[in-house]
């Protein structure tokens, strides 16, 4: 049960942060706001691809770095890995 809300907290967490980070780059790159809904037939297609492709990329980057840290602190803790993130073989 705790590495669940140590693993989801983490994720969590990193993903705004990872949000805020690309938004801040974002404005300082092209001088406006990313799009709100990049889905929006008002959105230009280079813009929409372009925030998602940056967004999902960095926001899964970010979950997983904060996720594996968590796991690491979770072992060192423990003396093993949570259920589901051993090693196999």
Known sequence: ????L???LS???AGVAARKVLSTA???G?????PNNPESPTTSWQEAVAWAAASGAL???ARMLATRKAA?????STGHLP????EVG
Request: a positive charge; charged letters at 25%; proline letters at 3%.
């Open 6 to 8: 140590m693993g989801l």
């Open 59 to 61: 926001v899964g980057l």
């Open 26 to 28: 974002w404005v300082k």
């Open 83 to 86: 259920k589901g993130l051993e």
């Open 30 to 34: 092209t001088g406006h706001q990313p």
């Open 11 to 13: 994720a969590v967490l």
């Open 72 to 76: 690491d602190y979770y072992r060192k």
């Open 1 to 4: 049960m705790m590495w669940k």
